[in-house]
């Protein structure tokens, strides 16, 4: 078993204008739900970034109660398909799918015929069980660096210069937890350019019972993750990293700014990973965190992914930990405003 850590630490609803009125086809067999179809204006879904002209852009549908109706569509969405107004698919994939609480989110490859002011697209859902979705069509041909602007939220890279955490819609510093005085930016070395976080532990500090921690804010109140793919970073250095997803609130958020770790009681999930030596790449999905047991406040995924607004990084059992380029896929940037 995992020794428990004792040191504490630490849809939104796109407004869709121009929806039609909902329409309900007939069925095809005895045994299929009637087909429910709601349409959206192409415009309204597009990414609120600089978009390449005369390419296919990848935009992110967000679905509730008051945009869609749940109540007929399948638990895995293999009911569902997007479709242009002439009934021709379009290629999609589903980030998430929650009938059970009215929720969704599909991100869908818009080429340049759909780019009129006036083109709609629609979401059908009760259509007989297939795999329609398909995270290789929607990407195909998109340079990585545009999917990573259109589907993915830059944590930090470390190189701003000071502990200024100002990558993500809302600025925070680093937060270093306990008596690092000789922690802070530091070169990456070992074969990475570039600056890194360093956590260096004094004799004693980081035992098996103890950690140090660095922790970021990345929104100003507690959000939902359901949408996130993977938590991917890079390490160095010797005994154990745990990376944590969790929960603060305001008071818990000014004990942290204030240095009083002892008192935080946050709810979290996370999972540890054992350092070597030299830099090596992770890439951790909610599937990975550590099942709830309740030590030091770990609920699990399933019980913190809608109320998350801290990372936090611990390092146990070791002597420092370098970290760096920290990224959250399937999280986009409006997520967190």
């Not at 100002?166 to 990475?192: C, D, E, H, Q």
Request: charged share 20%; hydrophobic share 40%; glycine share 8%.
């Amino acid at each position: 078993m995992k020794p428990a850590l004792k040191a504490s630490a630490l849809l939104l609803s796109f407004a869709l204008v121009g929806c039609l009125d909902e329409r309900i086809g007939g069925t095809s067999t005895e045994t299929e739900n009637a087909v429910v179809a709601r349409a959206f204006l192409v415009d309204s879904i597009l990414p609120n970034a600089d978009l390449p002209a005369h390419e296919p852009v990848v935009a992110t549908l967000r679905l509730d109660s008051t945009r869609f109706d749940f109540s007929a569509s399948r638990a895995d969405g293999q009911d569902l398909e997007v479709a242009r107004m002439d009934g021709k698919a379009v290629p999609f994939e589903i980030s998430f799918w929650d009938p059970a609480n009215s929720r969704g989110r599909l991100r869908v490859r818009i080429d340049t015929s759909l780019g009129g002011p006036d083109s709609r697209l629609q979401v059908l859902s009760g259509l007989s069980a297939a795999q329609r979705s398909s995270s290789t069509a929607v990407w195909q041909g998109i340079p990585w660096a545009r999917r990573l602007a259109w589907n993915s939220a830059l944590v930090d890279d470390f190189e701003s210069g000071n502990l200024l955490n100002n990558r993500l819609p809302v600025s925070s510093f680093w937060f270093l937890g306990g008596s690092l005085t000789a922690s802070g930016l530091a070169p990456a070395n070992s074969g990475r350019t570039g600056t890194s976080l360093h956590l260096v532990c004094s004799p004693g500090q980081c035992g098996p019972d103890r950690a140090l921690l660095a922790a970021t804010m990345m929104a100003n109140s507690p959000r939902s993750f359901r949408s996130l793919d993977s938590i991917e970073f890079w390490t160095r250095g010797s005994g154990s990293v745990w990376i944590a997803l969790e929960s603060l609130d305001s008071v818990q958020m000014g004990r942290l700014q204030r240095g009083r770790l002892d008192s935080l009681q946050p709810r979290r999930c996370w999972t540890s990973k054992t350092l070597d030596t030299t830099w090596r790449r992770w890439s951790i999905k909610p599937s990975e965190f550590d099942a709830a047991d309740g030590l030091s406040g770990n609920v699990g995924w399933s019980a913190l992914q809608d109320s998350i607004n801290y990372l936090t990084v611990l390092l146990q059992n070791g002597s420092e930990l370098w970290i760096d380029d920290i990224r959250l896929h399937g999280i986009e940037l409006d997520d967190l405003r």
